[in-house]
């Protein structure tokens, strides 16, 4: 598969993109500034790369679709390399629209248990999900604020991989709209908890631990910055016994970091 898509296909697949344009040293680009224009690229991409059709909540971050795509393939093909076989169950927390959900259904052919906390986001994920024609593969469950443990839906299972693009909000963070493609950060979501935001994550892990199959897979995305929060997550990894492995991913100038925690 062939990642990503040129500026000027985007345009001709999608011409309500040429709005967003404007030209540098010759070269058509677009205002990415716009979330407009994120929102178009983006579903542009899903659908010409990856033949997913979604939709995204216009008040929250609209997620690149090539990082998330590395993210779950980076998770699968190590639990698959390292158990010698195919994935059966995987627990995503924090689904949002439900684009991981979706990616890891449709490419690896297991069933995905996804959560979510906030409601037009449930009801924005199982439209997805009903969009692209996995309703046998994804099951969309509102956690009402539990993390792992506490979930009716999920109490007794056992999972392969657990999967989470976890809230990083340290304490005392407020609602904001960032510029850049921002997403409005609700009361309720900014749930990550610690000194660095890595609070969220920690109960991933603690919670998660006891509904991993024997062989699985917790693993987590995390922004370049800061450090700190991404070793105290890795510390956390060995002291609860499982093996770290810590992978990286480069889209352009963007660096996000995979932590992953494998159970022996």
Known sequence: MKLG?????????????????????????????????????????????FNIDMDFHRDALIPTPVSRYLFIK?????????????????????????????MIAKYYKCYVYATEVVKEYIELARDNVIRNKLENRIKIIDSKGKIVEGIPEIEGKKFDI????????????VPSKRSFGGAYARNVELIGGGKYGEGFSLRILREGIKYLRKGGIIGFMMPHKPKKRRKIIEEEVVNLGLILKTDKIKIGKRIRHIIKGHLL
């Open 5 to 49: 898509l040129k500026i000027e296909d985007a345009i001709k697949l999608n011409p309500e993109l040429k709005k967003y344009t404007y030209y540098k040293n010759g070269k058509v680009r677009i205002d990415f500034k716009s979330k407009e224009s994120l929102y178009l690229y983006n579903r542009t991409v899903l659908k010409h790369v």
């Open 74 to 102: 980076n998770l699968c093909e190590s639990f698959k390399e390292e158990n010698n076989r195919d994935i059966e169950d995987v627990l995503e927390i924090g689904t949002g629209s439900g684009i991981l959900a979706i």
């Open 162 to 173: 657990i999967i989470s693009y976890p809230p990083f909000y340290p304490p005392h963070s």
